[in-house]
């Protein structure tokens, strides 16, 4: 009994050292294979159009169930500081301040628990985590976003 709680302890001791101690979130290690694994499926290379070219056609895309493209880096952040400003941040927010969850974030995980340590990560990895669009942010709260590859 007693090693079995020393184990645990140990355990315990370790991953509180190694959470404390990991680096800052980044777009290569943290949120590509997460987005590979909840978001790719409709915002994949293969068929999601860019995005201006998805809002041309908006109700096609809409009528296939396909997203615009945000599979890489560099889509990505497109949907973080500029030019879509905030919009990651609005559709993957749970709600808690706002009243209204974003309507991405629902595929951050199957359970509660899993899409609330997903968007952990995606906050980790934002920096400030604003719902701000172009017009109404400031250039400190600009400025607060990391989106780190
Ligand atoms: C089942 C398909 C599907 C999945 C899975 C999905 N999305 Fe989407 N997403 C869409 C569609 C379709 C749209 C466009 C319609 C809309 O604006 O809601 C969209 C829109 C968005 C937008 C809005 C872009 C803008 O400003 O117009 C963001 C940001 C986004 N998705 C992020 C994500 C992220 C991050 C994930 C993974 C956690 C994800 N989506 C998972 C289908 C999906």
């Known amino acids: 009994m007693k090693t079995v709680f020393t184990s645990v302890v140990l355990v315990l001791t370790l991953t509180f050292i190694s959470l404390s101690w990991s680096e800052e979130a980044t777009y290569r290690r943290h949120i590509k294979p997460l987005f590979d694994a909840k978001c790719i499926g409709c915002h994949g290379q293969d068929a999601a159009p860019e995005y201006y070219a998805f809002k041309e056609e908006k109700d096609m895309w809409l ?82 976003i990391k989106v780190k590859y």
């Open 63 to 144: 009528s296939k169930g396909q997203g615009m493209r945000m599979d890489t880096y560099s889509h990505l952040v497109f949907y973080t500081a500029w030019p879509d400003t905030g919009a990651l941040m609005r559709r993957l927010d749970d709600g808690k301040t706002t009243g209204k969850a974003g309507n991405m974030y629902q595929y951050l995980g199957s359970t509660e628990e899993e899409r609330q340590q997903n968007l952990k990560l995606f906050k980790d990895w934002v920096g400030n985590w604003t719902l701000k669009r172009w017009k109404d942010i400031t250039k400190e709260e600009l400025d607060g």
